[in-house]
């Protein structure tokens, strides 16, 4: 028995839940509603799929100079029509970890660190063994650069 309680109390990203849901909460609201870039699909699926936020995957915009000059073209196409444009960054790069500089990003939100459990999925583990993943949750407001 003394496994299967460890087994309840191993939670797959323990904290993540009440992170997110902070960050939520501090999305402003704006009519139209803001299009939400994250930088993994991770974070950016509970916030799409549990608050509703018309969330963007990221990831291959930051993994190559190219995707990502491209990826800021659209969005400034979208910004163009009225939608803010959102930035939901994990790292403590934030931003930066868009290879190259596109128009400005204002800071709305930082977590500070926030520590994740992660448990580690392995068959050759008999127990369940956990890793703290430090995160540093924020949100940025972006504007593109002047024409």
């Given at each position: ?59 291959r ?8 000059s ?31 500089p ?46």
């Open positions: 028995m003394p496994k299967a309680y460890r087994g309840l109390q191993a939670r797959d990203y323990n904290g993540l839940p009440q992170a997110i849901a902070e960050v939520a909460a501090n999305i402003p609201a704006t009519d139209p509603p803001a299009i939400i870039l994250a930088d993994h699909f991770a974070w950016g699926t509970p916030l799409a799929m549990i608050h509703g936020q018309n969330v963007l995957n990221g990831e915009i930051w993994q190559s100079e190219t995707l990502c491209q990826g800021f073209d659209a969005l400034s196409r979208i910004h163009a029509t009225g939608r803010p444009i959102l930035f939901f960054t994990s790292t403590e790069a934030g931003h930066s970890v868009y290879p190259t596109h128009g400005e990003f204002t800071l709305l939100y930082d977590s500070g660190t926030v520590v994740i459990q992660q448990v580690l999925h392995r068959p050759e583990f008999t127990d369940f063994k956990s890793v703290a993943k430090p995160k540093r949750f924020r949100l940025y407001r972006w504007s593109p650069p002047n024409p």
